[in-house]
């Protein structure tokens, strides 16, 4: 299929696609055949008439979209959109991958577009469900051919944009950042009037005992319920409505006097029995007591505390994608596919944060920029947090290859005295010396070749020989896109040459350079890696990727 001087991609299962958009007008002609007959809105067979048309209107844009190469360019289409684009105005051709389901188990895979003035399309097909999607990859070699045939790209590699590269939009982040930080402004608005009820409900008295004698009809003990006043009315309980865990429990009262139901606890709608006789408390119109023989419950009313935390709980769960804005506008001159630090570090100093801003928020709700004690504890914790930004902000700076371990500790202090040391390193392809990727980490020193181990030691129980005659080292680089997301971000790869194949080999990047140090010194090749080398080598292959 790569020979192929024309390609069209069409949606897999065209046909049951189509049975279901004729299965969705038949359900439309049917729901307004019957509403039309009927009147109403109300009817089984009007509900499955729209059923079918929603149905058969989700299958309109896969019935239509398609995908056409030739040698004049390439044209797709959906339902409400038709494009054409010539292979001069494409600079490269890349994957855009989406993880989805629990653990990030299942992905998607699309085809994107980079035009030569920077712009990005994506293409409706064709669309890869899993890695192993056989018809997905032939029909990108496809592309790609075409691409190589009649345009001009910019590189042979092909990039894999996901949402840990730089590539990824950040218009996403940015919203969520936006609406969390209005939320905890709302939030925030209402500390002063829980604070003002919370002082009015503590400082309410009971009503005059010569106001409640005088109480003759509804209208009084109305107008007597709207002032601050606390009275007091008697009721007889008729039956009670213990909820569950998620649902409300509540009380109903005899003839519906003074009124028909109240919410309570589950506990006090479980401790009352009907027939009870019970005193009622009110303010505000409002019950706030419910006392009776066996129990007492009160209302809960929310203290101005709760809603200060609740307003910084918000704030600081807006830094965390405000921190992967950051990150991304941080590492925005890096290639796309190449994978950004993670925003842990920033996590951590939202966590240090909320150690001394909560019980601020929750003690001094209402007082956080006049009392003496509260402007203290303020201060101080501000300059923890600073502290734990700038902290954040290192950790998370972009480390070329090469920065880190290239040239650090002598030889023989990195070998720890000659004794064997497993470091932490992943083959990503399947290898003799590393079958099915079962390796885990490297063992090095000890007198002995390095070895792939499954195992962080002791012993080479299980441990295969890495053929270091066969391997020269073409690049060092940091994590892309295409590289398994088993590999931490802050490692590095080294792209091997294994007797003309591939292999790249992942690492810390201070282990990186000891394995790739120990394995020209057991190489038998005319050109053996030194430190230096593995130097200028890092230095070559990370010059696109040192950001800022």
Not at 249 to 275: C, D, K, Q, T
Request: aromatic letters at 6%; a positive charge.
């Amino acid at each position: 299929m790569t020979s192929a001087r024309e390609v069209t991609c069409r949606p897999p299962y065209r046909r049951a696609l189509w049975f279901f958009l004729a299965l969705g007008v038949a359900g439309a002609v049917l729901a307004l055949a019957r509403a039309a007959s009927r009147g109403t809105l109300l009817d089984v067979w009007l509900g499955v008439g729209l059923f079918c048309a929603l149905v058969g209107f989700a299958s309109v844009r896969g019935v239509t979209a398609e995908v056409c190469g030739d040698a004049r360019g390439l044209r797709y289409r959906t339902l409400l959109r038709h494009r054409s684009v010539p292979w001069r105005d494409i600079a490269d051709i890349r994957i855009q991958l989406r993880s989805t389901g629990a653990h990030r188990s299942e992905e998607v895979r699309r085809v994107g577009l980079v035009l030569r003035d920077g712009r990005k399309r994506l293409l409706p097909l064709p669309v890869g469900r899993s890695s192993s999607d056989r018809k997905f990859e032939a029909e990108l070699d496809a592309l790609r051919a075409l691409h190589r045939r009649y345009g001009t790209p910019e590189s042979d590699h092909l990039p894999v944009v996901s949402d840990r590269t730089a590539g990824r939009g950040w218009g996403g982040s940015l919203c969520l950042c936006a609406l969390l930080l209005a939320g905890a402004g709302v939030a925030a608005s209402f500390v002063p009037g829980a604070a003002s009820e919370v002082r009015a409900w503590r400082a309410a008295v009971p009503c005059p005992a010569e106001t409640s004698a005088a109480r003759t009809s509804a209208a009084e003990r109305d107008r007597e319920s709207r002032e601050d006043c606390l009275s007091t009315l008697t009721a007889v309980i008729e039956r009670t409505e213990p909820g569950g865990p998620r649902q409300p429990s509540r009380l109903y009262f005899g003839g519906g006097r003074p009124l028909e139901r109240i919410s309570v606890a589950e506990e006090a709608a479980r401790a009352f029995r009907p027939g009870d006789r019970v005193e009622l408390t009110i303010w505000r119109r409002e019950v706030m007591a419910v006392a009776g023989e066996r129990h007492v419950w009160h209302k809960h009313v929310i203290p101005a505390g709760d809603v200060a935390v609740f307003a910084a709980v918000l704030a600081l769960a807006a830094g965390y994608p405000g921190a992967r804005v950051l990150l991304r506008l941080r590492g925005r001159r890096l290639p796309d596919d190449e994978v950004l630090p993670s925003a842990l570090p920033f996590v951590g100093a939202l966590a240090g944060t909320a150690l001394w801003l909560l019980p601020l928020c929750y003690l001094h709700p209402t007082a956080l920029f006049t009392a003496p004690v509260a402007v203290t504890w303020a201060a101080v914790g501000s300059l923890v947090t600073l502290g734990l930004l700038v902290w954040a902000w290192r950790a998370t700076r972009v480390r070329g290859p090469g920065g880190a371990g290239a040239a650090g500790e002598s030889p023989e202090e990195e070998k720890g005295g000659g004794g064997e040391e497993f470091l932490p390193a992943r083959f990503l392809e399947h290898t003799d010396y590393n079958p099915h990727h079962f390796g885990t980490h490297i063992v090095v020193g000890g007198g002995g070749p390095p070895a792939v181990t499954p195992h962080p030691g002791p012993g080479r129980f299980a441990a295969k020989p890495i053929p270091v005659e066969r391997l020269t080292v073409r690049e060092v680089r940091r994590v892309r896109g295409d590289d398994s997301e088993a590999v931490s971000r802050s490692w590095h790869i080294a792209e091997l040459d294994d007797a003309g194949r591939r292999v790249r080999l992942a690492a810390a990047p201070a282990d990186l350079a000891r394995i790739l140090r120990e394995l020209g010194i057991a190489s038998a090749s005319p050109d053996p890696v030194g430190p230096a080398d593995l130097a200028n080598t890092a230095g070559a292959g990370g010059s696109k990727g040192t950001g800022p």
